[in-house]
């Protein structure tokens, strides 16, 4: 089975960037399609963004589309998730999880691999 960590999350000011990584050992990632969710302090985990195995297909949440890119590079085990005018309520850890899906599902309960998570707090 594949592991997964994550990396890139810190302390940001609105409208920053910032890069997270999520870098898979055990299996090739190829074999995965996988999406990236976060969870605030009291709220439900969501989904943010998700690609498939090839990355041909990449499908995001309303609330990121057009400031969050999903890529991955199969030959690095890697997905990357690049967030562009962050504000402060996507505040959250933010996860990555894969599993054998041939489309990209938006169901964090589908999942069976996830990594430990990696905060990101965005200030005002």
């Known amino acids: 089975q594949v592991q997964l960590v994550e990396s890139g999350g810190g302390l940001v000011q609105a409208g920053g960037s910032l890069r997270l990584s999520c870098s898979a050992s055990?299996?090739?990632?190829?074999?995965?399609?996988v999406a990236w969710f976060r969870q605030g302090p009291g709220k439900e985990r969501e989904y943010v963004a998700g690609i498939s195995r090839s990355g041909a297909s990449t499908h995001y949440a309303d609330s990121v589309k057009g400031r969050f890119t999903i890529s991955r590079d199969n030959a690095k085990n890697t997905v990357s998730l690049q967030m562009n005018s962050l504000n402060p309520d996507e505040t959250a850890v933010y996860y990555c999880a894969a599993d054998t899906f041939l489309f990209i599902n938006n169901d964090w309960r589908r999942y069976d691999y996830w990594g430990q998570g990696t905060q990101v707090t965005v200030s005002s």
């Open positions: 055990g299996r090739t990632i190829s074999s995965y399609a």
